[in-house]
């Protein structure tokens, strides 16, 4: 028989085997297809354009900087694939990943195969550890996101009942999990606390009991659509809380499905444009390049892409070249200033870009700065 | 909180029920399961969305037209995909699993995120026996109702149902009285098709749509058609019914984290008690 | 002639991947791993007439056995084979065994079921399993003091499994129990009344497909090392059948190229970006549409047959 086999295994030989010459190449990892292709799309245009700006301006050192992007198709298994293909290819760093489970499994193989992987996308706490060697985090993570909103709600909220629905999956619980914790470290414990499926589309036996305990404040952990499905019962209901949550709600998304339910709600969030006057001409600059792209432009995961390059990785790159080693030295002392990031960041030794949470607050159907009176 | 357990259960229920119906309507007549049918389903809502925002309809209209356009989609995807599938139940459903696929991610294409759907059904809300209840739900209750009377009228009193019927019982025997057999098939996937596309323009507007709204809804679906007796309209009503009560109730009374495993533990457990579900009439045990 | 063109399809697999770059190394392995559960479906669907939905289930819950027992409980992986295997032999006896006597879609109905509910207790059995945390930092597969660390020797890992599970399949399907599953797809009425014992074969038959299966999944968690829920949804059930029925499930050999083709097709279709699930389920439906077969079916009959070793893949409308 196996003739045939060996003839596959020849024909898989074939396909594989890309371009083997170019100047530096960064590796792009995400969801273009499947669940996450709105904010794979979104990190490939911020890419895109930080690359386009670098080599317009004569490249690095003399050299032209090339993207090689890779499709994980937001599921787990297959994004081990598209990383071993990545590295296959020769990268020299990697910049990218959406969905923390996706992360936590791609990135065993650059670690084992020595890459940097600076990911963008994926906030779950345990992708940054003193185990890693080569996976550094730009993006806030949960806890950090969980612990700020639960200091925001008992400090300038002044909060004084506050009750708790979370999604029953990874993000949910980890963020349901720190921010109880925090509450407790101002000796607060949530007046209730209800859990629900992401596929679920009623709320209604989690928020009878949510109206019962009678909360001022109500924090949700989760992501669209589910979270702008429990604002609109929860108001139905006839319950006034305000509601407060995480990255997860951060999403224009979420007022254009609860437009009057959403409003008041304080959250953290990954960017927004009115920190600063340069975060606002970026996202303009953004949105105008790719609105006529199929999907509409969206620059929160495309705003960090774009700044890890721009400020982390090509410092890195015209100081260093692209030794993989230096490199990795390089991003671990990088220290400064990001636009749309209030203050200075620097990384910790897990490799976390340590920085100020940013909050927003959805007045009259848009995001805006939260100012603490 | 008892009674709005008991609400949202019912709900809930229903909507598992009418989108069951497309599971049943397809085995009655071809013994198959369209594993696609959460995904014609979605589609359905989409296709009620489009409708819905170029033409200001009411609820009544709205939904005649979407059913009666899913029905003619229903007869033409019978016609270049279905009818090709027929081989055995394996090609069956592993081809209409691959058309469930191409369907979520066409649509993901065009929304990748979710879109609310317009409240067709208004927004009131009133409150019954210290319980709220949105004005949605009922409608939706009532037009299980309806639907479930008018497909019992469409079987019993019309020629085009009664040949549905005589082939869903036999198919040998009506194809020998002279039933176009062929054309009574397209005329389920039709309506099956149909059934779903309303069930889809009911959930719409208590929710938001999205691409893969379907797929744990079939799945429940399925669960509450095979409980109640996949080849029993009543029974998968009642499956319906009784699973987005049970549903319900584990999530207000026991852990909503293991809610969703009740369909199907009660799934296995029917299954391996008594196959034919509690109205079903077949034999389905080998040997 | 069959004897020398196998050893040198062997020898090939042995000695290219010296050279392959390690993206195709990875490939080879995903290939060789997937050969164990969808050999296992063919035991099921072959000789019972049954196909299942949840062998990519029941192959998680070989993974998730490693990969708790050597994460939290400190087990060597080596020591965890068999009890990835016994786990998902016992979990699909007591969930399946009991559905074996339900006809064919009845069945596919109830293995649905199943595999819904391993997947909601791999999700929310937070204490056991992590939940959606996943369980990360699998050690990697050793023996004594080789550590299978490296793409390549974990390559040859895996090509040795599928090699050595092959052969003890071939010689499953020789032994008196393979006489009685291949009598019982034939008519199980018949195959009872001449006293083929038909439940305990076909019982039999669920949990070879199991064991296969575990050991899969046993070889899965080593490999990438991190395991996920969602890495066992409905989604590798599907594909674990289709390469199962691609291959005319009959012919362990139809459904190695099977596994082959469909495993790297994926990879084809990754130029296609937000088109290519589409062009997925495209494959599914329209290979189910004209090739309800079998792929094999594509080759001349004579040809298939040759590749098959034994019978052709034919099987009842």
């Known amino acids: ?373 | 909180m008892f009674a709005q357990i008991l609400i949202g259960g019912i709900a809930t229920g229903c909507i598992y029920a009418i989108v069951g119906l497309g599971f049943t309507l397809v085995y009655r007549a071809m013994r198959m399961v369209n594993f696609a049918q959460g995904q014609i389903f979605m589609a359905g809502t989409f296709l009620g969305l489009a409708i819905a925002n170029r033409f200001a309809l009411p609820a009544a209209p709205l939904i005649i037209v979407v059913g009666a356009l899913a029905f003619v989609i229903g007869l033409i995807v019978e016609k270049l995909v279905f009818r090709r599938l027929y081989h055995n139940h394996e090609v069956f459903v592993v081809g209409s699993i691959g058309l469930g696929i191409v369907l979520t991610n066409a649509v993901r294409i065009l929304f990748p995120e979710p879109v609310p759907f317009p409240k067709v059904f208004g927004t009131g809300i009133f409150t019954f026996g210290g319980a709220f209840v949105q004005v949605a739900y009922v409608w939706v209750v009532a037009l299980t109702l309806v639907l479930v009377a008018s497909l019992h009228a469409l079987f019993t009193y019309t020629k085009t149902g009664r040949a549905l019927r005589a082939v869903a019982a036999d198919r040998e025997m009506a194809s020998a009285m002279g039933v176009d057999v062929r054309r009574s098939i397209a005329q389920t996937f039709g309506l099956s098709f149909a059934v779903a596309a309303i069930a889809g323009v009911l959930i719409g507007p208590l929710y938001f749509v999205s691409a893969d709204m379907g797929d744990m809804v079939g799945m429940k679906a399925f669960s509450a058609a095979v409980f109640g007796g996949i080849n029993s309209i009543p029974g998968t009503i009642l499956g319906g019914v009784i699973i987005g009560l049970l549903e319900t109730l584990t999530g207000g009374y026991v852990s909503s984290a293991y809610k969703d495993l009740v369909p199907f533990v009660v799934l296995l457990l029917m299954l391996i008690a008594r196959p034919n579900g509690l109205l079903g009439r077949e034999t389905p045990v080998k040997v | 002639m069959r004897n020398s063109a196998t050893l040198l399809a062997i020898g090939l697999l042995l000695v290219v991947p010296l050279a392959a770059p390690p993206y195709l190394l990875h490939i080879a392995t995903f290939i060789a791993i997937y050969t164990l559960p969808v050999i296992g479906l063919g035991f099921l669907t072959g000789f019972t007439n049954r196909i299942s939905l949840a062998q990519g289930a029941i192959f998680g819950l070989g993974a998730y056995t490693t990969a708790l027992l050597t994460t939290k409980c400190g087990w060597s992986p080596a020591a965890t084979f068999i009890p990835s295997i016994l786990v998902a032999v016992v979990v699909a006896t007591i969930l399946a065994g009991p559905a074996m006597r339900l006809a064919g879609l009845y069945f596919v109905m109830a293995t649905i079921a199943i595999h819904q509910i391993v997947w909601i207790l791999l999700m929310n059995w937070i204490d056991l399993t992590n939940g959606p945390q996943g369980v990360r930092s699998i050690p990697p597969l050793g023996i004594g003091s080789l550590n299978l660390d490296s793409p390549l020797a974990f390559y040859y890992a895996a090509f040795a499994a599928a090699l050595v599970s092959f052969a003890l399949a071939r010689r499953i399907l020789a032994s008196r129990l393979g006489l009685q599953l291949r009598a019982l797809s034939e008519d199980e009425l018949a195959s009872a009344m001449s006293g083929v014992p038909v439940v305990r074969a076909k019982v039999t038959a669920l949990a070879l497909s199991a064991a296969w299966a575990g050991a899969g999944g046993f070889l899965y968690a080593h490999y990438i090392r991190f395991v996920h829920p969602d890495m066992f949804t409905l989604e590798p059930s599907i594909l674990f059948l289709t390469m199962a029925m691609f291959g005319g499930y009959r012919s362990l050999i139809g459904m190695v190229i099977a596994t082959a083709v469909l495993e790297s097709a994926t990879e084809y279709l990754r130029p296609f970006g937000e088109f290519r699930m589409i062009a997925y389920g495209l494959i599914l439906m329209l290979g189910m549409m004209f090739f309800p077969k079998g792929i094999l079916t594509i080759s001349p009959a004579a040809l298939s047959r040759w590749l098959a070793g034994a019978r052709p893949a034919a099987r009842k409308a």
């Not at chain 1, 921010?179 to 596929?199: D, H, N, R």
């Open chain 1, 1 to 373: 028989m196996k003739p045939l086999l060996a003839s596959v295994a020849a024909l898989c030989l074939l396909a594989g085997s890309g371009p083997a010459f170019a100047d530096i190449k960064i590796g792009v990892i995400a969801g273009m297809s499947g669940p996450g292709t709105s904010y794979g799309i979104g990190i490939q245009q911020g890419a895109e354009m930080a690359i386009k700006e670098i080599n317009d301006a004569g490249g690095i050192g003399g050299q032209k900087l090339q993207l090689v992007v890779v499709d994980d198709a937001s599921n787990p298994a297959q994004s081990v694939t598209a990383m071993q293909s990545l590295v296959s290819q020769g990268v020299d760093l990697v910049v990218g990943g959406w969905g923390s489970s996706q992360v936590l499994a791609n990135m065993e193989v650059s670690e084992r195969a020595g890459v940097p992987y600076v990911v963008v996308g994926a906030t779950n706490p345990h992708i940054t550890s003193d185990k890693n060697k080569w996976t550094f985090r730009v993006i806030q993570t949960d806890s950090l996101m969980a612990e700020q909103i639960a200091q925001s709600a008992t400090g300038v909220l002044k909060m004084k009942r506050i009750a708790v629905i979370n999604d029953s999956n990874d993000y949910g619980v980890g963020n349901r999990d720190i921010f109880i914790a925090a509450l407790k470290t101002a000796g607060m414990q949530p007046v209730e606390v209800e859990s629900y499926q992401s596929s679920d589309k009623d709320f209604t036996s989690q928020l009878a009991r949510i109206r019962a305990a009678e909360p001022d404040g109500l924090a949700i952990f989760g992501t669209i659509p589910a979270a702008p499905a429990i604002m609109n019962q929860a108001r139905d209901f006839g319950i006034t809380a305000r509601f407060i949550g995480t990255g997860g709600l951060a999403n224009e998304a979420l007022i254009s499905l609860a437009p009057q339910a959403s409003e008041g709600a304080v959250l953290t969030t990954y960017f927004s444009e009115d920190v600063d006057a340069e975060g606002k001409a970026w996202a303009d600059r953004y949105v105008k390049a790719f609105s006529e792209g199929s999907q509409t432009p969206r620059p929160v995961l495309a705003a960090w892409e774009y700044r890890t390059i721009k400020f982390i990785v090509a410092p890195c790159l015209a100081k260093n070249g692209v030794d993989k080693t230096k490199m990795r030295e390089c991003i671990a002392s990088f220290k400064g200033k990001i636009f749309g990031l209030p203050g200075e960041a620097s990384f910790d030794k897990t490799g976390q870009l340590e920085q100020q949470p940013v909050l927003v607050e959805v007045h009259k159907g848009s995001f805006r700065g939260f100012k603490a009176n």
